[in-house]
Structures are given as C-alpha cells and as structure tokens.
C-alpha cells in the first residue's frame, strides 16, 4: 500500500513517482510540479528511477496561477 496525496493505492510495487505522476495525468514535462515522498522533495531528474517503498506517502503538488 502506498499513500498518494492522502489516498490509499494497493497492489503498486515497485512503482516509480513517475509512474504515479501518470496516474494523476501529470505529463513528464509539466511545469509547476513538486513531489515530496515520506515528506523529502524529490527532483525531477529523479522521478523516473525513484521506486517508491510500500508504505510510503507520496504528495504531487501543482502550482496553478490565478487569485
């Protein structure tokens, strides 16, 4: 089981963040994005060799423009 922004996913082993960005229908280039897993930001060029351990919480934040 991992966490995603606050929602259980189960049966994802050895999913990547990346892989978990698609699942929100975040494209890989997507500007505005900020990742953080068990609370440590993780860098872009990271997001595709991150493999993200069962139990893990895992928060994608986009920045959206506007006031």
């Keep these: 089981m991992i966490w995603l922004n606050g929602r259980e996913l189960e049966g994802r082993d050895g999913v990547t963040v990346a892989d978990l960005l698609a699942d929100l229908g975040v ?12 609370g440590e930001v993780v860098p872009r060029a990271d997001w595709a060799r991150r493999a993200v351990a069962p139990g893990a919480r895992v ?4 920045a959206m ?3």
């Design 27 to 38: 494209e890989p280039q997507a500007r505005g994005v900020a990742v953080a897993v068990d």
């Design 59 to 62: 928060e994608a934040l986009t």
């Design 65 to 67: 423009q506007g006031g």
